[in-house]
């Protein structure tokens, strides 16, 4: 006979599995069942939308076809010529960085790439270790979120939400997740790869797969903020 889970019991599963979730950035190839992608999905679109709009579509690729993008991309940006002919779509980063989120910014840069024994002004090395965003880091799924164009500021916010959703439903499943921005330079050469409509666009990729254990990369651990330093109580 099954037992009711307390709620203290409910609050350390919840608790816990939000704070495991990280950016992995190496996974093994295991191949992730259909059926697990769907139930995450599933799971992922209960995420408060503005008057119930669910603004999502999500693509998922693997093997051949994630393969012949991931060699595309890889190609071309690791030739500045080639690269320098594809622009960011829309703005995920300020034009101007200021105080402490560009110190944030640089500590995890730092703290990366001094874990893969990148010295800083290595260029190329650097050039190479951010191509791995476009082979999804070795995960065996790639996916795309897309979003009509439509769509208002409203629907982003939703949209973040149902990511964050995407991501703790992985890793419920003993499955990782690493959120990914740096395909949306490429947004024309993924589209005609993934024959996506005009009338859409990309909002980011995520590689989805088990964690290598064994890459040094995997045990960065960024840091957060407390609630405390960030919040105000007015009464």
């Not at 816990?16 to 259909?34: M, N």
């Not at 071309?76 to 105080?99: F, G, N």
């Not at 330079?185 to 996506?196: C, F, P, S, V």
Request: aromatic share 10%.
């Amino acid at each position: 006979m099954s037992r009711t889970p307390s709620q203290s019991e409910i609050t350390t599963i919840v608790d816990g599995v939000i704070r495991e979730r990280r950016s992995i950035r190496a996974f093994l190839p295991t191949p992730v069942p259909r059926e697990t992608i769907l139930e995450i999905l599933d799971v992922a679109a209960r995420a408060p939308s503005g008057t119930n709009t669910q603004p999502w579509q999500a693509i998922v690729i693997t093997g051949q076809k994630k393969e012949a993008l991931s060699k595309e991309l890889v190609e071309i940006a690791l030739d500045p010529t080639r690269d320098a002919e594809h622009t960011q779509e829309y703005s995920y980063y300020p034009e101007k960085w200021i105080p402490p989120y560009i110190d944030r910014r640089r500590k995890v840069g730092y703290d990366l790439y001094g874990l893969l024994r990148i010295a800083k002004g290595e260029r190329e090395l650097m050039n190479r270790q951010f191509a791995r965003n476009y082979t999804f880091f070795g995960a065996p799924v790639g996916l795309f979120f897309t979003i009509d164009r439509v769509m208002g500021q409203g629907s982003w916010l939703d949209y973040g939400m149902f990511l964050q959703n995407v991501m703790i439903a992985a890793k419920a499943r003993g499955l990782d997740t690493c959120p990914q921005a740096a395909f949306c330079k490429y947004h024309r050469l993924i589209a005609r790869h993934l024959e996506i409509p005009d009338e859409r666009m990309i909002v980011c990729g995520m590689a989805l797969g088990y964690e290598d254990t064994s890459r040094i990369e995997n045990t960065l651990r960024t840091e957060r903020e407390t609630a405390a330093e960030f919040t105000r109580f007015m009464e």
